[in-house]
């Protein structure tokens, strides 16, 4: 079963079109990794594909519920209530974590299962105790997150993001903002989802992880996908000069 699927996505700002023409589908338990240098495209193709941007055209699908289709080269979206429910069956972990500063770590993973889906607070406060110790912040539930380190507070957000039981997980960059020790736990908590048949789409820049964990890597240059397929084919034998070019860059 396909969660995401986009087709002939184009999103300009002004004069600037920065994407044209995007295609992609995401299958169900599928880890996809979206790569490519900056000002590529990456982070708004996912922002359109989480709903923060509206597309200007092309069509978008989640979770086999249709969020907006083409009408006369133009993208129309479904009903606010009926994009709603479509935003509760996926989460979005930011670069910059998001959390809510004034909330300890167990309120920022219990508060939209209990106010927005109205759901048990003494279940959730067990599935938010347990996703803590999943994502090794056991003990930390009371902290406050300026008493955390930048990889806790990323860890709380993943937590968070799980805590409404998503269909796909979006992350836009995870470990950006991190220091190279942090952003191996937080790679290997990454890890462990995909394991477990997390269906995953990570705009990332770290090379490796994409090579060792995503199924498809999608390299995007200048508002089109130049190139996707296998982590081996597209990282370690590249059939395109751009892909080439932009891996040589990274000394991969």
């Not at 589908?25 to 240098?37: D, N, Q, R, Y």
């Not at 009926?82 to 167990?106: A, D």
């Amino acid at each position: 079963m396909k969660l995401l699927e986009i087709e002939n996505l184009g999103k300009s700002f002004g004069n600037l079109e920065v994407l044209k023409n995007i295609s992609m589908s995401v299958e169900k338990g599928e880890v996809v990794a979206i790569i490519g240098p900056s000002g590529s495209g990456k982070s708004t193709l996912l922002r359109c594909a989480t709903l923060l941007e509206t597309m200007d055209k092309g069509s978008l699908k989640i979770n086999g519920q249709v969020a907006a289709c083409e009408v006369s080269g133009k993208s129309e979206y479904v009903s606010k209530s009926e994009l709603t429910k479509i935003k509760n069956s996926f989460g979005l972990v930011f670069q910059q974590f998001n959390l809510f500063p004034h909330f300890s770590v167990l309120k920022n993973v219990c508060d939209a299962p209990v106010v927005v889906e109205k759901r048990d607070k003494n279940q959730v406060r067990k599935e938010a105790m347990e996703l803590l110790e999943k994502v090794g912040l056991s003990g930390k539930e009371n902290s406050y997150p300026c008493q955390l380190s930048g990889g806790q507070q990323q860890r709380v957000a993943i937590a968070r993001a799980l805590a409404m039981k998503p269909e796909i997980l979006f992350f836009d960059e995870p470990t950006s903002a991190l220091d190279p020790e942090i952003t191996a736990g937080i790679l290997k908590v990454l890890r462990q989802l995909a394991d477990e048949n997390m269906t995953m789409v990570i705009v990332t820049h770290e090379i490796d992880f994409a090579r060792k964990v995503a199924d498809r890597v999608i390299f995007m240059d200048e508002g089109v996908i130049i190139e996707e397929g296998d982590p081996k084919q597209v990282l370690d034998n590249p059939s395109n000069e751009r892909t080439k070019a932009f891996l040589q860059k990274l000394e991969v």
